[in-house]
C-alpha cells in the first residue's frame, strides 16, 4: 500500500481531532480530541520510518504514547477535581477555580 494513503488518514485524523478541540466544550471530549491528534502525528512518524527504513520513527511514537498516557492521568485528576467542585466537566468553568 502506498504510504501516502496513511498520511492522508493521518491528516483526516489531526483535522478531526483539532475540530473537536475547538469547538466542544466538554473536556472529556476535548480530551479524547487531543488523543486523536497525537494518534494521527504517530501514525505520521511510522509512516516516515517506515518509508525512510528507520527506527525513528517508531521511537518517537513510543515516547509520544508514554507523554499521552502521563497526560491522560493527569488530565483526568483535573476534570474530576472540577467536577467535584462545579458539578460540571465543561471547559468554560474552568476558570472559575483560580476564585
Known amino acids: 500500500m502506498n504510504p501516502d ?3 492522508y488518514l493521518s491528516a483526516l485524523l489531526f483535522s478531526i ?14 480530551f479524547m480530541c ?3 491528534m497525537l494518534n494521527a502525528a504517530n501514525l505520521a512518524f511510522v509512516t516516515f520510518a517506515r518509508v525512510h527504513g528507520q527506527l525513528d520513527g517508531q521511537v518517537v511514537a513510543f515516547f509520544t504514547m508514554v507523554v499521552a498516557a502521563c497526560e491522560v492521568v493527569i488530565g483526568l485528576a483535573i476534570i474530576m477535581a472540577i467536577y ?4 460540571s466537566a465543561d471547559v468554560d468553568d474552568a476558570h472559575l477555580l483560580a476564585k
Open 17 to 30: 481531532g483539532a475540530a473537536g478541540v475547538l469547538l466542544r466544550r466538554s473536556a472529556i471530549v476535548v
Open 34 to 36: 487531543v488523543e486523536l
Open 5 to 7: 494513503h496513511y498520511l
Open 84 to 87: 467535584r467542585v462545579r458539578r
